[in-house]
């Protein structure tokens, strides 16, 4: 099978954790005998230092024309003035809206050699793997009006929560594809005692359910999620959610697993059918450019690495050579190798380029 892939590498730890993929893809592919073409382009501040745009029309032509999109991350100090005009996240915003990328993927897993390195009790996180599935291209982050302006009384500012019943169907039903492939159970976390969009979600979201009938579903507002996500995280399978919600708990969610740095996301363009999908789709840590941790050989490529590891399940419907990667990342932690984000007494640190050797070797056998 011959696939291509569009390599926005990024900023700050963006490209060395990214490397790392394409090193681990390469391994797959080796293994499996794949065929796979990395076509590079420009996004987040580097795009905008090389063309005063956040995403070139040239890059976002390529990304259209390949089967998947990797990236490693965007943003940092440099590009953080309030007031500039584009700002690096602009380019990644641009791509899910161009893309149709309307559904984010966030599993949340605690590895068995990770239950004790968390900051919660190892009684409380033990055998905790869920999904949360994030609507990505609408409510806060893309409604209008959206501005800022000066009134007499001083400055304001304006942004605009919106959904429309068809946006809102289609992420739902990515929620119930994905727990009928698991332990069938859908919670919908909105905040429906307060806003208008959210009671016409949690609507949508009963009337989908009607075809699915093996999966319970059950409802959530958003702050008791969050809570329970702390007291028993083990209570949820397949949790969906609305944009801003979404990125505000999964990113509460990472801390489960230990690290921001294992945890991988997938954004696709189209609805899974039994756990695999042939559909356009970005895949991505779920973590930042953290550039103070650039260019030092010491981020953690495992995000990165299974995200890969999603591509490989969700664009290319490779199942098993996405279940060899996956496995691949275990055997590594298992034999003792960390970063320094997960780094516990006896075992043996390691840096970006090395960790992703070993994952990439363990693909191979």
């Not at 490693?72 to 005009?85: E, I, L, Q, S």
């Not at 990328?101 to 996180?125: G, H, Q, S, W, Y």
């Not at 930042?288 to 590891?309: E, F, K, V, Y």
Request: glycine share 10%.
């Amino acid at each position: 099978m011959q696939l291509t892939i569009a390599t926005l590498l990024g900023d700050g730890i963006g490209p060395e954790v990214a490397n790392e993929a394409i090193k681990v893809l390469e391994a797959v592919g080796k293994k499996f005998r794949h065929g796979f073409e990395f076509k590079r382009g420009l996004v987040g501040g580097e795009a905008i230092d090389a063309s005063g745009s956040a995403l070139t029309e040239e890059t976002l032509e390529m990304c259209r024309k390949c089967d998947a999109v990797l990236l490693g991350a965007v943003g940092g100090p440099k590009w953080d003035d309030t007031r500039a005009k584009v700002h690096p996240e602009d380019g990644l915003l641009a791509l899910r809206k161009d893309l149709g990328l309307f559904a984010n993927l966030r599993p949340v897993k605690v590895l068995p050699m990770m239950v004790d390195f968390t900051r919660l009790k190892p009684e409380v996180i033990k055998g905790v793997d869920l999904m949360v599935v994030r609507e990505l291209t609408g409510g806060l982050y893309f409604g209008q009006p959206k501005k800022r302006w000066q009134a007499p009384d001083g400055r304001r500012a304006v942004d605009t929560m919106e959904y429309s019943e068809k946006e809102i169907e289609r992420v739902v039903r990515v929620g119930f594809e994905i727990a009928r492939t698991r332990r069938k159970k859908l919670t919908s976390v909105d905040k429906a005692n307060v806003l208008e969009t959210s009671r016409l979600w949690r609507e949508v979201a009963i009337e989908v359910s009607a075809g699915y009938p093996d999966v319970e579903l059950d409802h959530m507002l958003v702050d008791a999620c969050s809570m329970r996500l702390i007291q028993k995280p083990s209570y949820f399978d397949v949790v969906v959610t609305e944009n801003t919600f979404g990125d505000i708990i999964t990113d509460e969610a990472s801390m489960l697993a230990g690290s921001m740095g294992m945890l991988p996301s997938a954004s696709l363009a189209g609805i899974p059918k039994g756990g695999s999908s042939r559909a356009l789709g970005l895949y991505e840590p779920i973590h930042g450019s953290a550039p103070s941790r650039a260019n030092q050989d010491i981020a953690n490529p495992i995000a990165t690495i299974l995200s890969a590891a999603m591509m490989l399940r969700y664009s290319f419907n490779l199942p098993t050579e996405a279940d060899a990667v996956d496995r691949a990342v275990i055997k590594a932690l298992e034999d003792g190798y960390r970063t320094y984000d997960i780094m516990e007494d006896g075992r043996t640190k390691v840096g970006t380029s090395r960790m992703g050797s070993l994952v990439a070797e363990r693909v191979l056998g």
